[in-house]
C-alpha cells in the first residue's frame, strides 16, 4: 500500500469516529430532556442535519455556590416525548426564593448537579403523545413541576398542565401556579381563613404575599398585617395591607401588638428561625401558625453556615402539651412534598376560577433573558422586587452594529463554548454542547 492510500484510509477511519455519537444521557428529573442515540445506531446524513438544526437553550446549575453556578447551554436534539407527556415551548418562567436555596445545595428535592431548575412556567404545546386526550397542539398552558423548566423547550406529564384562560398572558400564566397554590393551600386548607380575620403576611411585596393578600381580599373583612421596606409600602396599600410595617427600622411584634393586643388568627412565616417564635407569640387562642420557607438561611450568594446554625438555633421548639395548653396550632407547608395531584389540579382550578372573574391577578416585578439570569436571582435575593420575577428563554435581540470579527466563532475551537449566565453574551457566538445532553442525575 502506497503512502497516499494509507493517508486516505486513516482519514476514513477519522471521519468515522467523529461521525459516531456520543452515548445517550440520562433525563432531567421530574421532566424530559432531548437525547442522543447510542453507538451502536449509526447515524446518517440526514438524521445528523436535523439534529444539528433542533437546538434549545437551558439554564443549568452545574454547581452549588454563587450565581456564577448557573449556565447558559445551547443543546441539540428534540425532546422526546413519552407517554403521557406533553412537549411544551416555554414562552416565560418563573423565579421562586426555592431557586435561591437549590443554587446554595439547601433544597433537598433538587437533583445534585449538574440540573436544570425551574418549577413552573407557560407556554404552547408543540407536540402530544398519541395516549393523552385532553391536550392538543397549540394549546396555552401553564406548566407545574419540581425541576426542568428553565429551557425553551420541555417534556413533561400532561397531569402537570393547565390550560390558560384566554385573557392571560404568558407572563401571568408564569406568575401563578407556585405562589398562588401556596398561598390558597396554606390559607384555605390549613388555617380555614373566613370573614373577621386578622393575618401577617410577612414579605408583603413578594410573589407569595402578594398572592396570599389578594385571596384575603377575595374573603372580605379581613385585616392584613403586612411586613416590607418601607419603599414598597405605597404598592402593598393598594393591593390591601391595611397595617404595613417596615421590619427593617421598627420591632413588628410591638407594632402589631399596639394595633391589635389580643393578637392575630393567622401567621405566614416564610422566614423561620426567630421569626417563627415571635409569630407563635402573636397568635391568639385558636390561632394558626404556617411555616413554609427558612428565608433567613439565605443571607448571600454561597451558602452561610453561621445563617443556617443561628436560625436552626434559633427554632421553634414546642411540646403537645404546650399546644394543648396555648390552644394553638402549628403547621408546616412545602408545595414541592405534596404528592396530592388531585387537590393540587382542584385548587388550579379555583384559582384560574377566580383569576376569570378578577379577584386575582399576578403581579410581575420583571422579566429577565436566560441570559440575564444573574440579574434576576439577585434581584430577588436582595429583596428589590416587588411581586414575581421571571425569566424569558427567547434570545435577547442583538444590536445590528456588530463588527464581523466580533461575531465569528474561532474556527479552530472544537471545545464546547459556555458562559455564565447573568455577563455579557454575545449571541452570534452562542453556547453549544456539542457533546449533546448534559446528565441531570
Not at 441539540?76 to 416555554?90: I, Y
Not at 413541576?145 to 420541555?154: A, F, P, S, Y
Not at 413588628?252 to 388568627?265: A, T
Not at 404528592?339 to 376569570?356: A, C, N, R
Request: glycine share 8%.
Amino acid at each position: 500500500m502506497s503512502g497516499e492510500e494509507e493517508a486516505q484510509e486513516q482519514q476514513q477511519q477519522t471521519r468515522q469516529e467523529v461521525e459516531t455519537p456520543a452515548p445517550e444521557d440520562a433525563p432531567l428529573s421530574g421532566a424530559t430532556t432531548a437525547t442522543t442515540p447510542s453507538t451502536s445506531t449509526p447515524v446518517t446524513e440526514k438524521e445528523e442535519e436535523e439534529e444539528e438544526v433542533f437546538t434549545y437553550r437551558a439554564l443549568v446549575l452545574t454547581g452549588h455556590g454563587g450565581y456564577d453556578k448557573v449556565k447558559l447551554q445551547v443543546r441539540k436534539g428534540r425532546p422526546a416525548v413519552q407517554s403521557g407527556q406533553v412537549l411544551v415551548r416555554m414562552k416565560a418562567c418563573g423565579l421562586n426564593f426555592a431557586d435561591l436555596m437549590g443554587r446554595q445545595g439547601l433544597d433537598e428535592l433538587l437533583p445534585p448537579p449538574p440540573v436544570v431548575m425551574g418549577m413552573e412556567g407557560a407556554g404552547v404545546v408543540e407536540e402530544v403523545h398519541p395516549d393523552v386526550t385532553h391536550r392538543k397542539v397549540g394549546d396555552r398552558v401553564i406548566v407545574l413541576n419540581h425541576d426542568g423548566m428553565w429551557q425553551e423547550v420541555v417534556a413533561v406529564a400532561a397531569e402537570n398542565t393547565f390550560l390558560m384562560p384566554e385573557p392571560m398572558s404568558f407572563e401571568e400564566g408564569a406568575a401563578l401556579p407556585v405562589n398562588y397554590l401556596t398561598a390558597y393551600l396554606m390559607l384555605f386548607e390549613m388555617a380555614n381563613l373566613r370573614p373577621g380575620r386578622t393575618v401577617l403576611i410577612h414579605m408583603a411585596a413578594g410573589g407569595v404575599g402578594i398572592a396570599a393578600t389578594q385571596l384575603c381580599q377575595s374573603v372580605g373583612d379581613v385585616t392584613v398585617f403586612g411586613t416590607a421596606s418601607a419603599s414598597k409600602h405605597e404598592t402593598i396599600v393598594q393591593g390591601g395591607v391595611a397595617h404595613p410595617i417596615d421590619y427593617r427600622t421598627k420591632d413588628y411584634v410591638e407594632e402589631i401588638r399596639k394595633i391589635s393586643p389580643k393578637g392575630l388568627d393567622i401567621v405566614l412565616d416564610p422566614l423561620g428561625g426567630s421569626d417563627t417564635q415571635k409569630g407563635y407569640s402573636l397568635l391568639k387562642p385558636m390561632g394558626t401558625l404556617i411555616v413554609f420557607g427558612a428565608a433567613n438561611c439565605v443571607t448571600g450568594q454561597k451558602k452561610s453556615l453561621l445563617a443556617m446554625a443561628k436560625t436552626w438555633y434559633n427554632q421553634l421548639s414546642l411540646t403537645t402539651l404546650k399546644l394543648m395548653q396555648a390552644n394553638k396550632a402549628v403547621c408546616g407547608f412545602h408545595l414541592g412534598y405534596l404528592k396530592d395531584v388531585p387537590l393540587i389540579t382542584s385548587t388550579m382550578d379555583t384559582l384560574l376560577g377566580l383569576y376569570g372573574q378578577g379577584k386575582i391577578r399576578p403581579c410581575v416585578d420583571s422579566s429577565y433573558h436566560f441570559e440575564d439570569v444573574a440579574d434576576a436571582m439577585r434581584r430577588m435575593q436582595e429583596r428589590h422586587n416587588i411581586g414575581k420575577v421571571l425569566l424569558l428563554p427567547e434570545p435577547k435581540e442583538v444590536e445590528e452594529e456588530v463588527e464581523e470579527e466580533e461575531v465569528a466563532a474561532p474556527a479552530s475551537n472544537p471545545e464546547p463554548e459556555e458562559t455564565v449566565a447573568g455577563e455579557e453574551v454575545d449571541e452570534k457566538r452562542e453556547v453549544v454542547d456539542t457533546e449533546g445532553v448534559a446528565k441531570d442525575n
